[in-house]
């Protein structure tokens, strides 16, 4: 089982920025698509972003697209999201997640997750 543990969550004011770090360990990274989910109170869990093993391939979330950027570090194991321009929207629990046939652009082929990590903006 791959391993994951979220960081870098926090509050933050409207308009400003925070980095999330994703760790894995456990089993075979590289090869890996990584991606970034979140969920509000009373919402479904949504998918944010992700990229391929290559970090050449991204995919993102309409609502992120433009503010938010993925990237991975393999030789870390190490998956990151920068998060700018934030809105009380984006208000919810972020979730790293792990999909090992490294597509990445489908949701449900991610099967390996942390425990999250919460992002709070105020307006």
């Known amino acids: 089982q791959v391993q994951l543990v979220e960081s870098g969550g926090g509050l933050v004011q409207a308009g400003g920025s925070l980095r999330l770090s994703c760790a894995a360990s456990g089993r075979t990274f590289s090869t890996y698509a990584m991606g970034w989910f979140r969920q509000a109170p009373g919402k479904e869990r949504e998918f944010v972003a992700a990229n391929t093993w290559s970090g050449g391939n991204r995919y993102y979330a309409d609502s992120v697209k433009g503010r938010f950027t993925i990237s991975r570090d393999n030789a870390k194991n190490t998956v990151y999201l920068q998060m700018n321009s934030l809105k009380p929207e984006d208000t919810a629990v972020y979730y790293c997640?792990?999909?090992?046939?490294?597509?990445?652009?489908?949701?449900?082929?991610?099967?390996?997750w942390g425990r999250g990590t919460q992002v709070t903006v105020s307006s």
């Open positions: 997640a792990a999909d090992p046939t490294g597509v990445g652009s489908r949701p449900t082929f991610f099967n390996s």
